[in-house]
Every structure is written in structure tokens, then in C-alpha cells.
């Protein structure tokens, strides 16, 4: 989105229309499988608030990859305070930054396509509560360095990486403790995960797609949760096994519910 040079603009919307287009045919071919890949990119939902994007020009080189940086966060914001953020935009992943297990305020976020960034940007200095929160642009280097890091962080006993509050040895044992009852819920998953996703991480297990429910919003925006009904009590427990274990570039933290519980997450995103 923040390509450099002069792009003209004839100010015919239909125009205006085949030029995104073709910025998302190079970007499918440019990304490749990576995260943020074109599978990922949807087309903008018209949003009135948001500023028409600086004009620049794409020609000759790859659009960039879609990441800004975000500091300043509430130390409790959470993926679903991200998508309210940055209401209108299309979030591919929001990876929080933690350092010694400890969360930083920091954060990247993935966005559907390349011309978003500019107006992510628009957000800088905007209010999450009551912290007003910077948004610099980014890279793709950046972001995977991020990765790397927090999956290290993650293996070696280090904090949860949605809230940056470490996670407690009793936190541990209490999942130990738990009495399953053939649910568990899932915690960390990319913006972009479906069934099939979630299907290949319990590739051990047997159950079909209508066992598993991805929450949502009331306004349709998913939380990064979602919930699996297994056979039995036994294999939920035996799921557990996977707690803490990758999904694409995320690590899934898992616990065990109840079918009240997900009922409740169901209810509150319709």
C-alpha cells in the first residue's frame, strides 16, 4: 500500500476498481503460501469513515507485505480489541510481542491486503480505552522475527501471547486437574483459521466439522477462539496432549470447558 512513485488517478470508480484488482493479482502471485497469502486477501467492504488511500505507484516492483506495528497497547487488549481498532479493515493475524514472558504493549497486525496499510495508519494515536496507541508501518522480516521469538518464548515457559500476563504453574496444574467433559476450547488461532485448520491439528482424533464452533462477534468478527466436541471425555483429555503446540505460525493454548460454556460462546456472537 505504500508503494512509491506517482499513480494517476482518472476518478472513474469502475477504472479505479480493475487497478485494485490487478494490485491483488500481483500480490496472489507475489505471497506465495506465506502468512498473508491470497487465499488470505478479500476485497475491501466499502467503509465511509476511513480516507481514500495517498496515491502511489505499484509498477515495476512487488506491492509489500501487509504488517504495521502497533505500541502503546492496554496490557489486556486482546485480538478482538485489535479488530474493533481497526474496524472496516481486513485482519489476517495479530501476533502480540512479549519479551521474558512478559508483554511488551506491542503487537503486529496482518492485514488483508497491501493498500490497507495506509489506512491502518490513519489510526496512529487513536484510543484503545483510555491509552492512545502509535501505528508505524512494518515489515515482513519484522513480523517473522516476531514469530520466532515468541515460539521460542513460548517453549521455554514463557507467557501467554494473547495478554502478556505469565502464566502461573497453578494455571498448569489446574488444566491437569480439570474434570473434561468431552470439550475443549482453543485460544490463540489466526483471524484466518477455518475447520479444516483445526481438523489438521486434532489429526489424531476423530470427529467431524459440525463438532467444531469458531466464535465470532456479535458483529461477525472472529475472537481467535474456538471450541471442539470430542467423542468422549477420554479423548478430549488425551487432546490436551497438543496444548501449546503450532498452528501455522500461532501456538494454540487449549482448555477444558463444558457444553454450557460453549453454548454461552455461541449465544454471544449471534
Known amino acids: 500500500m505504500f508503494y512509491r512513485g506517482k499513480y494517476v488517478d482518472s476518478g472513474d470508480g469502475r477504472e479505479m476498481g480493475l487497478k485494485r484488482q490487478r494490485l491483488l493479482d500481483q500480490s496472489s502471485s507475489y505471497y506465495g503460501s506465506s502468512p498473508g497469502s491470497s487465499d488470505m486477501f478479500n476485497p475491501p ?16 516492483q512487488p506491492p509489500p507485505f501487509p504488517v504495521v506495528r502497533l505500541r502503546g497497547l492496554p496490557f489486556d487488549c486482546s485480538e478482538v480489541d485489535i479488530g474493533e481498532f481497526f474496524h472496516g479493515l481486513d485482519i489476517v493475524d495479530v ?33 484503545i480505552g483510555r491509552r492512545y496507541v502509535e501505528v508505524f508501518r512494518s515489515k515482513r522480516q519484522e513480523y517473522y522475527k516476531a514469530i520466532a521469538n515468541e515460539v521460542l518464548d513460548a517453549r521455554g515457559g514463557g507467557g501467554s501471547p ?74 478430549s483429555r488425551a487432546a490436551m496432549a497438543k496444548d501449546r503446540m503450532t498452528l501455522g505460525s500461532r501456538y494454540i493454548e ?17
Open 45 to 60: 467492504h466499502p467503509t465511509p469513515t476511513l480516507l481514500p488511500p495517498p496515491p502511489y505507484s505499484y509498477i515495476g
Open 95 to 127: 501476533l502480540f510481542v512479549h519479551q521474558g514472558g512478559k508483554f511488551t504493549g506491542e503487537a503486529y497486525c496482518v492485514l488483508g491486503y497491501p493498500l490497507q496499510v495506509d489506512f491502518a495508519l490513519q489510526r496512529n494515536r487513536q484510543n
Open 162 to 235: 494473547r495478554r502478556g500476563v505469565p502464566r502461573a504453574k497453578s494455571s498448569d496444574e489446574g488444566k491437569d486437574l480439570a474434570e473434561h467433559t468431552g470439550v475443549l476450547r482453543l485460544r490463540g488461532l489466526p483471524f484466518s483459521a477455518n475447520k479444516e485448520d483445526i481438523m489438521d491439528f486434532f489429526q489424531d482424533f476423530v470427529f467431524s466439522e459440525d463438532s467444531i464452533h469458531i466464535t465470532a462477534t456479535s458483529g461477525g468478527r472472529p475472537t481467535g477462539e474456538a471450541f471442539v466436541e470430542f467423542a468422549s471425555a477420554e479423548d
Open 254 to 270: 487449549l482448555f477444558p470447558s463444558t457444553p454450557e460454556e460453549l453454548e454461552e460462546a455461541i449465544s454471544r456472537g449471534r
